[in-house]
T-cell receptor, first 114, second 114 residues
């Protein structure tokens, strides 16, 4: 397995509380992504990073922020969780934008917002 | 944003038989990449196969092969000699040649009947 670790793997929280999901990689890949997976929607990109402190928004970024202070760590924060953010969150890494470089995924983090 | 469509939410196949999963996409680009990912009940996303649009030859990986029709913007996955372990959700994905985002379809849930 590629060295991607997501934590926590499961979390239940209440509406209005802050939540941070962590993605840690040991591959030294430059590019990191956060996706959410919901039934009927497939995977949708929340934010991505193309280097330390370099991040950009994806298609469903509202309500989420990210930070990347080290190559190996990419944090996803829900400042004030809502029930619509109940989902499975996947971190992914890629070595390059170009070429047939694929996404390699973490195991996912299931978040339930009550 | 590119659109990836998987029109079959669910499919089933008898063990040892062949099944084809459909995927179409919408793009104005000439160079791009297409992928099939498998997500078994463990939730782990696994790359099954990938295709470069500039290659006319269809990609093959053991029992998995694709039928890539560039003009029709179609990218179907054929699974031969289906096995119980093939039961999973399958996602089709698109990435442009120089793009920084992967676009996923909504997935097809495959059941393998013993």
């Amino acid at each position: 397995d590629a060295g991607i670790t997501q934590s926590p793997r499961h979390k239940v929280t209440e509406t209005g509380t802050p939540v941070t999901l962590r993605c840690h990689q040991t591959e030294n890949h430059r590019y990191m992504y956060w996706y959410r997976q919901d039934p009927g929607h497939g995977l949708r990109l929340i934010h991505y990073s193309y280097g330390v402190k370099d991040t950009d928004k994806g298609e469903v970024s509202d309500g989420y922020s990210v930070s990347r202070s080290k190559t190996e760590d990419f944090l996803l924060t829900l400042e004030s969780a809502t029930s619509s953010q109940t989902s499975v969150y996947f971190c992914a890494i890629s070595s390059s934008w170009t070429g047939a470089n694929v996404l390699t995924f973490g195991a996912g983090s299931r978040l339930t917002v009550l | 944003a590119q659109t990836v469509t998987q029109s079959q939410p669910e499919m089933s196949v008898q063990e040892a038989e062949t099944v084809t999963l459909s995927c179409t996409y919408d793009t104005s680009e000439s160079d791009y990449y297409l992928f099939w990912y498998k997500q078994p009940p463990s939730r782990q996303m696994i790359l099954v196969i990938r295709q470069e649009a500039y290659k006319q030859q269809n990609a093959t990986e053991n029992r998995f092969s694709v039928n890539f029709q560039k003009a029709a913007k179609s990218f179907s996955l054929k699974i031969s000699d289906s096995q119980l372990g093939d039961a999973a959700m399958y996602f089709c994905a698109y990435r442009s040649y120089t793009g920084n985002q992967f676009y996923f379809g909504t997935g097809t849930s495959l059941t393998v009947i013993p």
